[in-house]
C-alpha cells in the first residue's frame, strides 16, 4: 500500500512529498549537525534502520539507543533535532510504549516525535498523536521516504499516512459546495485567529505568520493558545487537524 505525506492539512497527497525540499536540513548552520534519535529496543532492527537513515541523511547525526532513558545525558539540543520511536507491533496503547512517549516528552519536550509501527489504523495513529508525536511512519514505508519525512517534522511539518487521513480525520466533512457557518467549527473563533489558522494548516511557522499578518511573533503564540484552549487541543498540530475539514469547505467555491 502506498502513502503519501501531508502538510498540516490542505495539499493534495499527489503533491504533497513534492512539497519536502530534497536537500532541506532544517538545520541552522551556527547549531551544528541536526541530531536523529532512533530508539529501538531490538538490537537487529536498531543497527539495520539506524543505517540506513544515516547512510542517506548525511548532513545529520544519526544515534541509535535502545531505550527513552538514554536521552538524560544529552543538554543541548540543535533546533532541528528529531525522535523516531520504533514500537514494531505494540500499540500505543501498550504500557511500555505509553512509558517510553511519556519519558521521551519529559526530556525532550521541544523535539518532535516519529512513531515507527507494524500496525498502521486510524486508532493507532489518533493515539499517537494524543501522546505527542508529530508524525506516524508505518514500517511499509520506504526507507527514502522516511527520510523525507524526518527532513519534513524537523522544519516544522507534521506525518500522517494519506489512507488514515481519508479516515480518521474527515468524520465530520460537510457537503463541499456549502460555506459553513460558525455551528458547522469546532468551536468559535476570531476572524484574526482564522488567519492564523489558515497559515498553521498550510505548514508556515510562527516567525512566517507573524510576518504574513503584520503582527509579532509573540502574538502569533497567544492566538495558538487561545486556539488550543477552546479545543482542548495538546499541540498545535491537533489544532490543524481538528480544523482541517471545516477549512477546506470554508475555501470551496459555491456551487452555482
Not at 202 to 215: F, P
Request: with cysteine; glycine share 8%; proline share 6%.
Amino acid at each position: 500500500m502506498e502513502h503519501a505525506a501531508t502538510t498540516l492539512g490542505l495539499q493534495s497527497k499527489d503533491n504533497a512529498l513534492a512539497a519536502m525540499p530534497n536537500g532541506a536540513t532544517g538545520a541552522s548552520v551556527e547549531a551544528g549537525p541536526a541530531l536523529l534519535f532512533f530508539i529501538d529496543r531490538q538490537r537487529m532492527g536498531r543497527d539495520c534502520i539506524s543505517g540506513q537513515l544515516a547512510s542517506l541523511l548525511s548532513e545529520w547525526r544519526v544515534e541509535p539507543m535502545s531505550e527513552a532513558g538514554e536521552l538524560q545525558g544529552h543538554i543541548n539540543w540543535p533546533p532541528s533535532s528529531v525522535l523516531i520511536l520504533n514500537t514494531h507491533g505494540k500499540g500505543m496503547g501498550n504500557p511500555e510504549v505509553a512509558g517510553e512517549m511519556a519519558m521521551l516528552m519529559k526530556l525532550a519536550p521541544a523535539v518532535p516525535i516519529l512513531i515507527m509501527s507494524e500496525l498502521c489504523d486510524a486508532s493507532e495513529v489518533t493515539l499517537a498523536f494524543g501522546l505527542g508525536a508529530r508524525g506516524y511512519l508505518p514500517t511499509s514505508l520506504p526507507i527514502s521516504q522516511v527520510t523525507a519525512i524526518v527532513r519534513f517534522v524537523a522544519q516544522g511539518g507534521a506525518y500522517v499516512p494519506a489512507n488514515i487521513l481519508g479516515t480518521s480525520f474527515e468524520t465530520h466533512r460537510s457537503a463541499p459546495t456549502q460555506i459553513p457557518d460558525e455551528t458547522e467549527w469546532p468551536c468559535r473563533f476570531s476572524p484574526r485567529q482564522l488567519q492564523v489558522l489558515e497559515r498553521l494548516n498550510e505548514g508556515k511557522q510562527n516567525k512566517v505568520i507573524a510576518y504574513e499578518l503584520g503582527m509579532a511573533e509573540s502574538t502569533v503564540k497567544v492566538h495558538i493558545r487561545h486556539m488550543m484552549k477552546k479545543l482542548n487541543a495538546r499541540n498545535r498540530t491537533q489544532v490543524v487537524l481538528m480544523t482541517k475539514n471545516a477549512l477546506q469547505v470554508r475555501s470551496a467555491p459555491v456551487a452555482a
